[in-house]
């Protein structure tokens, strides 16, 4: 679900190094996506790292690498850690914008809280933002937004959010159906 955005940096150097954080960015992707969860690890923490000394903690392009990174870490079972990079990352663009990004690292905590057994937590911290930006969380659903009233509820635990039903039978497939719990 990350989504990235292009910022233009009156620094060239900062700007250089930004660019050759997004390229590790993407090989740390690529890493991810063939399992190899520690390389992509190790590539995500370099790429946080050279964007932290060229642009702060408070920029958008930091809060793409920690959601990254928190989605990582949620694939991992690293739930604590994934937990603090998504809060970092919401943080950051709740600053900047609470567009699209900024809705997929929410659905992305909620996701976790999800793992944690606690899903009335993840339909809090779901609801917590905005009702016209929310994402399907299917994590294979095309990168879009909707109104909350577009969205359907899981009708077991009402904590997770889908845009129509191939979606919710996607995820109750791969991931949901080990944490539903019918609200009592």
Known sequence: MSGTTMHFHSNPASGMAVIQAAEINNQALDLSRQGNYAGAEDLYLQALHLKLGAVGENHPTIAIT??????????MGKITDAEEQLKKAISVHMRNSPGYDAAVSVENLGQVHEVKGDLEEARRVRLSHPADIMVCGNYDCPGETFDRSQL?????????????????TKDWRARHKTFCKKRA
């Open 152 to 168: 359907l509820a899981c009708s077991g635990c009402e904590s997770a959010f889908y845009c129509g039903r191939a979606c919710q």
């Open 66 to 75: 920690r959601n990254a990174l928190g989605e990582l870490y949620l694939k």
